[in-house]
T-cell receptor, first 116, second 118 residues
Framework: GENVEQHPSTLSVQEGDSAVIKCTYS??????FPWYKQELGKGPQLIID?????GEKKDQRIAVTLNKTAKHFSLHITETQPEDSAVYFC???????????????FGRGTQLTVWP | DSGVTQTPKHLITATGQRVTLRCSPR?????VYWYQQSLDQGLQFLIQ???????AKGNILERFSAQQFPDLHSELNLSSLELGDSALYFC?????????????????FGPGTRLTVL
């Protein structure tokens, strides 16, 4: 099965700085890569995702990049704010067109702390 | 709010007991996934149902079982509970089905059930 590794496990930044979280995956067939944010006491919240036919995707202050050759993808958060503090998870899966299968393989998470 | 609901929010029970966790997916979503989150294992996929049928199994113990009902809500049954079963249990639903394309990938998670086995 797929193996997703995520680094770093903890990340502290000053408010206004950028944060980058990196993930690698093992299965070259994986074609869908979502990122989730989990706040204390809540379930994971989908914040951005990317498919393998795209190299980069942006949504306001967050962006994700994908390097299929190297099998790694990254989450970039710019102009960080204290409310960005949370645990972030990357995930990967192979989703075949027309299939109803799509289990996610998760990284171990990154605890991001943004200091005011 | 993801639109996925889970009950109960907290569950405290003793070893050897049996519990049932309930999940209601987002309106129109036919797929329900169950995940377990623990400190040592992280987020692990347990099982998936699609429109009432089991579609995939992950690292689910034989003591655990699940089902999806005609109204699409799902239940995860955990029996002969052990201390190591203490964890957060999440369900997620996916826009695969009548409300969206079967090729939709996004999974939306519920708030989870925290199970404590004493």
């Amino acid at each position: 099965g797929e193996n997703v590794e995520q680094h770093p496990s903890t990340l502290s930044v000053q408010e206004g700085d950028s944060a980058v979280i990196k993930c690698t995956y093992s299965d070259s067939a994986s074609n869908y890569f979502p990122w989730y944010k989990q706040e204390l006491g809540k379930g994971p919240q989908l914040i951005i995702d990317i498919r393998s036919n795209v190299g980069e995707k942006k949504d306001q202050r967050i962006a994700v990049t994908l390097n299929k050759t190297a099998k790694h993808f990254s989450l970039h958060i710019t102009e960080t704010q204290p409310e960005d503090s949370a645990v972030y998870f990357c995930a990967a899966t192979y989703k075949e067109r027309g299939s109803t299968l799509g289990r996610l393989y998760f990284g171990r998470g990154t605890q991001l702390t943004v200091w005011p | 709010d993801s639109g996925v609901t889970q009950t109960p929010k907290h569950l405290i029970t003793a070893t050897g007991q049996r519990v049932t966790l309930r999940c209601s997916p987002r309106s129109g979503d036919l797929s329900v996934y169950w995940y377990q989150q623990s400190l040592d294992q992280g987020l692990q996929f347990l099982i998936q149902y699609y429109n009432g049928e089991e579609r995939a199994k992950g690292n689910i113990l034989e003591r655990f079982s699940a089902q999806q009902f005609p109204d699409l809500h799902s239940e995860l049954n955990l029996s002969s509970l052990e201390l190591g079963d203490s964890a957060l249990y999440f369900c997620a639903s996916s826009a695969q089905g009548a409300g969206g394309s079967v090729d939709s990938n996004e999974q939306f998670f519920g708030p989870g059930t925290r199970l404590t086995v004493l």
